[in-house]
T-cell receptor
Framework: DAGITQSPRHKVTETGTPVTLRCHQTENHRYMYWYRQDPGHGLRLIHYSYGVKDTDKGEVSDGYSVSRSKTEDFLLTLESATSSQTSVYFC?????????????FGPGTRLTVT | DAKTTQPPSMDCAEGRAANLPCNHSTISGNEYVYWYRQIHSQGPQYIIHGLKNNETNEMASLIITEDRKSSTLILPHATLRDTAVYYCIVKNFGNEKLTFGTGTRLTIIP
């Protein structure tokens, strides 16, 4: 299995509080992705990174920011959590642009915003 | 990227071949077909991909029709652990992103 960990695995937080989720990889892959998964919507891309300090928005980026200061870490921040951000969040990695179809996913973080 | 259509659910008997169809009638010449699956509560798992030739690996076979408008993922000897949601995705080679649909929920029946 690809070396991808996510932390925390579960989190309950209150509306209006900031939350940061961490994705850590040991594969030295260039691309990293954050998805959210909700019933009826499948997986939707939030943000992705194509290198250190290089990031871009996905289809559901509003309310989220990301940072990548090192190859191995990709952080997802909810500046002020809302109940609509209750979801399961998955991180993924891929080796290169040409191999971006072969993504390897982490175990997920279940976030509940009350 | 072209849109895909999959049946929402399928059943297959344990030990039999599971054949999962996918329609992608608007696929263009430089778009690949990818298959992933997601076992309950886990992250999606890459299975296989192809352009126009049939492909096989240790997990599955991918059959793409000659006109490339549809494909079939084959799990040759399904086990209970193959129960999952299977996603068919069409992606341009140069696109850095995947777009997941709602997939096919495959249930393997003992």
């Amino acid at each position: 299995d690809a070396g991808i960990t996510q932390s925390p695995r579960h989190k309950v937080t209150e509306t209006g509080t900031p939350v940061t989720l961490r994705c850590h990889q040991t594969e030295n892959h260039r691309y990293m992705y954050w998805y959210r998964q909700d019933p009826g919507h499948g997986l939707r891309l939030i943000h992705y990174s194509y290198g250190v300090k290089d990031t871009d928005k996905g289809e559901v980026s509003d309310g989220y920011s990301v940072s990548r200061s090192k190859t191995e870490d990709f952080l997802l921040t909810l500046e002020s959590a809302t109940s609509s951000q209750t979801s399961v969040y998955f991180c993924a990695i891929s080796e290169s642009e040409g191999l971006a179809g072969e993504q390897y996913f982490g175990p997920g973080t279940r976030l509940t915003v009350t | 990227d072209a849109k895909t259509t999959q049946p929402p659910s399928m059943d297959c008997a344990e030990g039999r071949a599971a054949n999962l169809p996918c329609n992608h009638s608007t696929i263009s010449g430089n778009e690949y077909v990818y298959w992933y699956r997601q076992i309950h509560s886990q992250g999606p798992q890459y299975i296989i991909h192809g352009l126009k030739n049939n492909e096989t690996n240790e997990m599955a076979s991918l059959i793409i029709t000659e006109d490339r408008k549809s494909s079939t993922l084959i799990l040759p000897h399904a086990t209970l652990r193959d129960t999952a949601v299977y996603y068919c995705i069409v992606k341009n080679f140069g696109n850095e992103k995947l777009t997941f649909g709602t997939g096919t929920r495959l249930t393997i029946i003992p």
